[in-house]
């Protein structure tokens, strides 16, 4: 009887677990590291990993882009050595209904960063700004992508992702009523301000591959970096 049972239960569950794998699989495709990856599918477990990977196909990536109504253009590419440079950056072009000015304007950056922007824009920052300060973001205030220099300016180890356009420091953020919540000077405590930053941030994790905060050490005091680093598929971020 027990061995009768067993062979009953058994495959059933399988059954079972196939069946709901398979409706989770249909209903957050988003969260598979296999499945194909649109601007417009929600945020999911490897979001971040799938936006880093479209530094593999520039073209691609730019049509992800201008399928979401974004207007931009290629720059002009930089070579500064082996380790430094980009031949596929782009810079949105301003006056989009989506997104949030970039202040300084004329922000060049690789396309993974543009989308990662795009979406931490729409589906974090708005939300956070509107919730904790009661207004919307109208700029993003930032001290630039490029850079050919290495990790936090040390003359030896690893290259920093500015070095190719994937990053960007994020000072603060200028709002609707013109307010400007300040990186440097708002983070700490638990005003309304501080709650939006670490929202921000938090929201930022889901979408670039690297978010460091002054949480992470005094380099970052002032800014957030964020960074498009293609890990590959495995979904790993660091987040601090």
């Not at 992470?216 to 970096?225: E, F, G, I, K, S």
Request: hydrophobic share 40%.
């Amino acid at each position: 009887m027990l061995r009768a049972l067993r062979w009953f239960v058994v495959p059933t569950l399988l059954a079972i677990a196939i069946i709901e794998g398979k409706d989770a699989f249909d209903r957050r495709p988003q969260d598979f590291p296999w499945t194909t990856f649109e601007l417009d599918q929600p945020t999911g477990r490897f979001t971040a990993a799938k936006i880093a990977a479209l530094g593999e196909d520039p073209r691609q990536c730019r049509a992800l882009l201008a399928a979401t109504g974004v207007r931009d253009r290629a720059a002009p590419g930089r070579n500064a050595g082996p380790s430094c440079g980009f031949d596929d950056g782009i810079f949105i072009l301003p006056g989009g209904a989506r997104d949030s000015r970039l202040i300084p304007a004329g922000l060049v950056t690789s396309c993974p960063v543009a989308s990662a922007l795009l979406l931490w824009d729409e589906r974090v920052i708005q939300p956070a700004a509107a919730e904790e300060l009661g207004a919307r973001v109208t700029a993003i205030l930032h001290a630039g992508s490029y850079n050919c220099r290495r990790i936090n300016g040390a003359e030896a180890g690893n290259w920093s992702q500015h070095a190719t356009a994937d990053a960007l420091d994020v000072l603060g953020f200028r709002l609707a009523d013109r307010r400007t919540i300040s990186v440097l000077r708002d983070w700490r405590g638990d005003t309304p301000a501080a709650r939006f930053l670490r929202r921000v941030r938090d929201g930022g994790c889901r979408l670039f591959t690297t978010v460091l905060s002054p949480d992470y050490n005094a380099v970052h005091r002032d800014h957030l970096h964020l960074d498009t680093a293609d890990r590959g598929r495995v979904g790993w971020s660091a987040c601090r």
